[in-house]
């Protein structure tokens, strides 16, 4: 596919999802290409398997900098080194200024671990079997300056079981996002997304590849 967007995906460890939107982007029908892994942390274990994907990598320590506008940057200087159009948020845990999320509006998701609005912040599966919650998941969402806020681009819902731990919960919600991440990338790349307020519309057609799930966006 001629002009995939080229991509970043931040990171601050493991990355599995960093590496769901790495396999789906290797189809060559997928709209987006990954450009970039940047992680605030060298012991990311995401960064390895970048690497070994051929993807460019990049550590910038957010430690060493005097505040967020500066670490920020710096990430920007390699944003636009490696002429990035899209960032993926993918378990990077550091907040972000309100001039960076204006900077990069409608072209900066990221993924979070609840059904969005429940649960902003740390802890969502513990939080959700403390409340009783029967149904949890994942939500793929268009970042804006308030924390985990911002106009939803796709989710999907897991069962809680009267047997789940936050890890096993968790486990199983991970696999949704795996599902879930790839699929929203895609249909930002494809330039199927229109935002309406706090409601994004996606359009269904023969440009995103079959094979992908991506989630059933009503008509
Ligand atoms: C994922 O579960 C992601 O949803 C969560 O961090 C994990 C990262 O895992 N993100 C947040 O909590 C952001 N608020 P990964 O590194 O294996 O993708």
Request: proline residues 5%; contains cysteine.
């Amino acid at each position: 596919m001629k002009g995939r967007k080229r991509t970043a995906v931040l990171i601050s460890g493991r990355g599995s999802n960093m590496r769901a939107l790495i396999e789906a982007a290797r189809s060559p029908d997928y709209p987006a290409e990954i450009a970039l892994v940047l992680s605030n942390r060298a012991e990311a274990a995401g960064l390895a398997f970048a690497k070994e994907h051929g993807i460019a990598t990049a550590v910038i320590d957010h430690k060493i900098y005097a505040g967020r506008g500066e670490f920020e940057k710096s990430m920007q200087v390699l944003l636009d080194l490696h002429k990035i159009e899209i960032i993926c948020l993918a378990g990077f845990m550091r907040v972000l200024t309100q001039g960076f999320v204006q900077h990069w509006q409608g072209r900066l998701i990221n993924i979070h671990p609840s059904l969005l609005p429940a649960y902003r912040g740390l802890d969502t599966h513990a939080r959700a079997l403390a409340e009783g919650a029967k149904i949890h998941g994942c939500s793929v969402h268009f970042v804006v300056p308030a924390l985990d806020e911002g106009p939803i681009i796709a989710q999907a819902a897991v069962a809680v079981l009267d047997s789940d731990t936050p890890e096993t919960l968790a486990a199983r919600v991970l696999a949704q996002e795996h599902v879930i991440y790839p699929g929203a990338l895609a249909a930002l790349a494809g330039g199927l997304l229109t935002v309406i307020g706090n409601r994004v519309a996606c359009e269904r057609t023969a440009a995103l590849p079959p094979a992908l799930k991506v989630p059933d966006f009503p008509k």
